[in-house]
């Protein structure tokens, strides 16, 4: 690759940016393009576009809330922002906290006269490692929205997915916020197998491009696991559907690597040799963004013409928008 290309962009109204979540799960609406051909549908109907021999993989990894809203004992008020779990260190924390400079190792930080949480040394990426002097710590925090909504959210519990079962990300795994129990039992139905993989979503996935070509941008790691009988699964399957582009993450770095279990870095950009994945489920994506970079790579440049559509069709965009079903033809 020749290291001259640039992010891929277009132009997104901030009407199309969906600031609340749709009142039922299944209703939003989904964009197909499968096969070469394009057609309208809804989430709920992701049943009867699937059959025997497809796999359905989600990301069962849960949101955290990782903002927290504290002081210090004399009163001085400070942030943190948990990051992710540091394994091996049961209620230890990568987090960012602010002000930095007046956290020195070994400070406490307090909500009202309960200690929560006592600040350590950086990390090699400069970040803090925190301790949890509780064992409750997310009674203290709330949730860290996405940059781009603009309003706290009605129900938490509108930013996990149904199936949400292992705590460790900062940030949803938005195209799953869509699917209900209902809806997979569908698809279970059709004859398809659902099965899962964790991807601990970092606020990485909200960072744009800034650099002038998408091979200077320095990709943010996560830490994921693919369970052997998901791999199995996936290995037999006659299309791997994944849901959202963190399953797409976990799979295909599960593929390039050769292990199920650690960290990833995998930048998927074009030119990549998707070994693992069919079709994908997925949200639609900011503009200059390492997702989009990940949808031009999977299905090709045309995902302009899907995203041009969609704008014209009222689609919702962003992490509380509509969706969409591709696979590589579907936007070639």
Same mark, same amino acid.
């Given at each position: 690759?020749?290291?001259?290309?640039?992010?891929?962009?277009?132009?997104?109204?901030?009407?199309?940016?969906?600031?609340?979540?749709?009142?039922?799960?299944?209703?939003?609406?989904?964009?197909?393009?499968?096969?070469?051909?394009?057609? @309208?549908?809804?989430?709920?109907? +992701?049943?009867?576009?699937?059959?025997? $021999?497809? /796999? #359905? &993989?989600?990301?069962?990894?849960? =949101?955290?809330?990782?903002?927290?809203?504290?002081?210090?004992?004399?009163?001085?008020?400070?942030?943190?922002?948990?990051?992710?779990?540091?394994?091996?260190?049961?209620?230890?924390?990568?987090?960012?906290?602010?002000?930095?400079?007046?956290?020195?190792?070994?400070?406490?930080?307090?909500?009202?006269?309960?200690?929560?949480?006592?600040?350590?040394?950086?990390?090699?990426?400069?970040?803090?490692?925190?301790?949890?002097?509780?064992?409750?710590?997310?009674?203290?925090?709330?949730?860290?929205?996405?940059?781009?909504?603009?309003?706290?959210?009605?129900?938490?519990?509108?930013?996990?997915?149904?199936?949400?079962?292992?705590?460790?990300?900062?940030?949803?795994?938005?195209?799953?916020? @869509?699917?209900?129990?209902?809806? +997979?039992?569908?698809?279970?139905?059709? $004859?398809? /197998? #659902? &099965?899962?993989?964790?991807?601990? =979503?970092?606020?990485?996935?909200?960072?744009?491009?800034?650099?002038?070509?998408?091979?200077?941008?320095?990709?943010?790691?996560?830490?994921?696991?693919?369970?052997?009988?998901?791999?199995?699964?996936?290995?037999?399957?006659?299309?791997?559907?994944?849901?959202?582009?963190?399953?797409?993450?976990?799979?295909?770095?599960?593929?390039?690597?050769?292990?199920?279990?650690?960290?990833?870095?995998?930048?998927?950009?074009?030119?990549?040799?998707?070994?693992?994945?069919?079709?994908?489920?997925?949200?639609?994506?900011?503009?200059?963004?390492?997702?989009?970079?990940?949808?031009?790579?999977?299905?090709?440049?045309?995902?302009?013409?899907?995203?041009?559509?969609?704008?014209?069709?009222?689609?919702?965009?962003?992490?509380?928008?509509?969706?969409?079903?591709?696979?590589?033809?579907?936007?070639?």
């Amino acid at each position: 690759m020749s290291g001259t290309m640039l992010p891929p962009d277009y132009e997104l109204p901030g009407s199309s940016i969906a600031q609340h979540p749709l009142e039922q799960r299944d209703a939003a609406r989904l964009l197909v393009a499968l096969g070469g051909q394009v057609s @309208h549908a809804h989430v709920r109907d +992701l049943p009867v576009l699937l059959g025997p $021999g497809d /796999v #359905v &993989v989600v990301n069962t990894s849960k =949101v955290v809330p990782a903002r927290l809203a504290l002081h210090k004992a004399s009163g001085g008020a400070a942030e943190v922002l948990l990051l992710e779990p540091l394994p091996g260190s049961e209620g230890h924390w990568e987090a960012l906290v602010r002000p930095g400079r007046r956290l020195p190792p070994g400070t406490v930080l307090w909500a009202g006269s309960e200690a929560v949480v006592e600040v350590g040394e950086r990390t090699a990426e400069g970040n803090r490692v925190v301790r949890a002097l509780t064992e409750d710590l997310e009674r203290f925090g709330a949730l860290a929205l996405p940059p781009y909504i603009h309003g706290p959210l009605q129900d938490p519990e509108r930013y996990q997915t149904v199936y949400a079962d292992r705590p460790g990300s900062v940030a949803a795994p938005t195209a799953g916020l @869509h699917l209900t129990h209902e809806v +997979l039992e569908g698809c279970r139905r059709a $004859g398809a /197998v #659902v &099965v899962e993989v964790d991807l601990a =979503v970092g606020l990485g996935t909200f960072r744009p491009i800034k650099q002038g070509a998408v091979e200077a941008h320095d990709m943010h790691s996560e830490r994921y696991h693919v369970p052997e009988e998901t791999w199995a699964a996936c290995r037999h399957a006659r299309r791997v559907v994944a849901v959202g582009t963190t399953t797409v993450r976990a799979l295909e770095a599960a593929g390039a690597s050769g292990q199920l279990s650690g960290r990833t870095d995998l930048f998927i950009q074009p030119g990549f040799d998707f070994g693992v994945v069919d079709v994908l489920l997925t949200n639609f994506h900011q503009p200059r963004s390492t997702l989009l970079v990940l949808l031009e790579a999977f299905a090709g440049p045309g995902w302009r013409r899907l995203y041009s559509s969609a704008l014209e069709e009222g689609y919702r965009f962003l992490s509380f928008g509509d969706a969409m079903l591709v696979d590589r033809t579907g936007a070639a």
